[in-house]
């Protein structure tokens, strides 16, 4: 099952190593918060020794956060880190690298790349940015943002309950429907061959069962 995607990404993409932040490659997060600076890896022909990184840009000057050289696949490597608040969770799972971001201060705000390298593939590199935003309260947009999720939610639940009750009620005209087709057939069954009125009790005491 897992063969094909990895089929599918070595047709696709151009390099082997890709490194990823998702989709949003950027967080606004409150001052005294921990967040998350995600990053995940994925390569064509497996990994041997991928060295990574995180840098963090702080105003022009590229300082290391943390480096590791992960061995294989799904196996923790030691971490070192340069930088203070700052862990490893990732921990390699799933090809995983991110970290996590301790009680944030706003001189966390910037851009923080997250570098791989893979001597496997001919030492091929990759590196993708991720931006931090450190403010000191949530936007009245997001609010509005949250209020707009939260409604959109109630709606789809609202929307799930209406459609439930709306198939409830179809199933139910149905049944009713199809009992009143049953007795169409068992009196016309009864009517057209008298011969069959062995059939006939059967198709009587068929529903009772069904009522239990
Ligand atoms: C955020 O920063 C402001 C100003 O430095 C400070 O007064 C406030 O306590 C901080 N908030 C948190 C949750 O740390
Ligand atoms: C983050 O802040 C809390 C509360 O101030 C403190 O207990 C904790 O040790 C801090 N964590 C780190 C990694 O600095
Ligand atoms: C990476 O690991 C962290 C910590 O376990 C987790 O929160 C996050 O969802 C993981 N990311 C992916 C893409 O699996
Ligand atoms: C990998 O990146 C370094 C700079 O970080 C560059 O000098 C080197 O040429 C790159 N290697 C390959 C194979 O592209």
């Not at 509005?144 to 209406?162: E, N, Q, R």
């Amino acid at each position: 099952v897992n063969a094909h995607p990895v089929i599918t990404l070595c047709m696709w993409s151009a390099q082997g190593l890709e490194m990823s932040v998702g989709k949003i490659p950027y967080l606004e997060a409150v001052n005294g918060s921990t967040v998350m600076l995600p990053c995940t890896y994925a390569s064509c022909i497996g990994i041997k020794n991928l060295y990574f990184n995180w840098q963090f840009n702080d105003s022009g000057i590229m300082t290391k956060v943390c480096e590791a050289e992960i061995a294989s696949e799904d196996v923790e490597p030691p971490v070192k880190i340069f930088r203070e608040r700052v862990e490893f969770v990732g921990k390699n799972h799933k090809n995983n690298v991110s970290i996590l971001l301790w009680n944030i201060t706003f001189e966390d705000t910037g851009q923080y790349t997250c570098y791989g390298r893979n001597p496997k593939e001919k030492d091929r590199n990759h590196s993708v940015i991720f931006t931090l935003i450190v403010v000191d309260e949530l936007k009245v947009a997001d609010k509005t943002m949250t209020i707009i999720i939260a409604s959109a939610v109630g709606g789809a639940i609202a929307f799930l309950i209406g459609f439930m009750l709306l198939k409830n009620f179809t199933l139910f005209v149905l049944a009713k429907l199809e009992e009143k087709n049953k007795e169409c057939l068992v009196t016309s069954s009864g009517i057209d061959n008298t011969e069959n009125g062995l059939s006939g009790s059967k198709a009587d005491s068929k529903p009772t069962p069904k009522k239990k």
